[in-house]
């Protein structure tokens, strides 16, 4: 099969990707089934990831990080889907966690977080959805309230990657509960010893066993008023512009997974026997991966245009929505596809398939409904 080299790699960015390859077979997916069990990742292998250099690699050498561009860290990303794990949440703490210091903080919150996360020794996570309030980010209820140098926090959140081990949250609040879009603000929350603080449930989903993603809630929690990111009234605007972003490291993920299920499909298919020939000389077999890699090469190629676009700060929103809800939605496709042609044995997780189906249905709604994202492309028409 011929190897495809995106667009905007070059030597440097290709071996970032080869190191990130490397890390996530032999620290992540090889330990798959005790993160599965404990349903989170242990803290050493954060660590061994900041000391490859792998966390916040578009961060500047000032703050810690690597000094590249958000490319560096798409390639991290990508080969996180390649390598079929989507459990370990180094795409929000590398790729949306730490952009929100970096483009909203104050020097000294930049000094404060960001070296620490890029060594893994500070675990970050970001507080958006509630029970009530998921794609709909101004009707979010948690509130902080201003008294004196501080905000009271009160409220409650869900389904927040690193939720059960992050050491600090940037919270989507509500100063002003009644000004809807432009009461929110964003909160950087410090965890560590916060009274008032709780960790729910680790919650029970149908993929992606080995994340701890969490409920959690906040009573009487009080926040400096320091830690603030921006000003009030600006988390609105903020989350959307940093939306486009997270969009696309999804398709950066979405596109890496579609690569090695139909890699691993050709060489299952080519090495299984069945009426005395293997699967891939039935015509049915060759068919459905001829399909199956012409759909991952044209998201391929989709998703190096989009980024293409946002190193020189030109992807706009709907373009963004594109690639997430296209490329999340043919990455069921093909791997549903490639299940089907491995069999029974598709349905077991002792193959790479099989929890590659479980953990790409969500994709298709974190970061934004599929379909809000399509409402987002059709205003732009």
Known sequence: MNKY???WHDDEITAVADLA???????VMTHAEKWDAQHNIDREVWLA??????LLCSVPEEYGGGGGTFAHDLAVFEAQGYAGDLSFGISVHSGI????ILEYGTEEQKKTW???????????????????AG??????MTTAIRDGDEYIVNGSKTFITNGASADM????VKTDPKAGAKGVALLIVDLRDCPGFAVGRVLDKVGQHGADTSELSFTDVRVPVSNLLGAEGQGFGQLMAQLVQERLIIGAQASGAMTRAVEDT???????????????????????????????????????HCIEAHLRGELDPAEAAMVKYWLTDKQCEVVDRCVQLHGGYGYMREYLIARMYEDARVQRIYAGANEVMKSIIAKSL
């Open 266 to 304: 050709v060489a299952y298919t080519k090495s299984r026997q069945a009426f005395g020939h293997s699967l891939f000389k039935f015509q049915n077999t060759a068919f459905e991966l001829a399909e199956c890699q012409t759909i991952a090469r044209m998201c391929a190629v989709f998703l190096d």
């Open 97 to 100: 966690v730490a952009h929100y």
């Open 21 to 27: 390859r490397d890390f996530f077979e032999r620290e």
């Open 49 to 54: 990831a900041g000391k490859l250099g792998l």
């Open 114 to 132: 960001l070296p620490s996360m890029a060594t893994g020794e500070i675990l970050g996570a970001i507080g958006m959805t509630e029970p009530g």
């Open 135 to 140: 794609s709909d980010l101004k009707a979010i």
């Open 5 to 7: 080299t995106p667009s």
């Open 169 to 172: 949250i940037v919270l989507a």
